[in-house]
């Protein structure tokens, strides 16, 4: 069984590269995160009122737009192991960003648009297809940094930073009632995420290591 599961996920990989190997396709995909992000930006700006806040810490409050701008520099560089934790970091923001939509939007019925799903589910598809991209992921430097801005991106979105903004996610109408839930599924779902990975990264290096001896 584990030699099947590691040798589908070594297929996978293959044929994802491949794929992405296609300068059209990478072009095309590239194109459509960035379109789809600027609509996202366009959202916050006009119901969030992301000008409002200083630019400095903009990058951390229109989470979605983000993660889509997240997958365009995964689409230029694919799997070079030296941005494997940019890619560990982009997996992780998409996923979430996709996550937090669905609840807001089935729970709340907030932002109840078809549109709006179908985008998040290709945010979530195209997060999820960075898995199989990441073949070096460990727990290093650059994997704690990566984890500390996630943390950091969740304290600015429901806790404000330093008193400077108010918290994007907290003061949305849906969210009031439920706000301590709804923050400790976020932490979790980050948590259950990051462990996730760098288990499956370790049981990845030993069927590799496994693979050669064979």
Known sequence: MKNFSGTLFFRIRKYELKILNNVFITIFLILANLIGALIGFQYYFEVIGLAAYPVYLWILIPDCPMAVMLLIPVYLQRSNPRYENYNFFALIQGIRAAIITYLIVFNFGSLDTEIVIIGHTLLLIQALAIFPLLNHTKLGKGTVIAIFIIIFNDLSDFFGIGALTEPTLAQIPTIEPIFPEFVAIIYMLDLILIVFILT???MK?????????Q
Not at 205 to 213: A, E, L, P, R
């Open 205 to 213: 290096i030993k069927q590799t290591k496994v693979s050669k001896n």
């Open 200 to 202: 499956i990264r370790v």
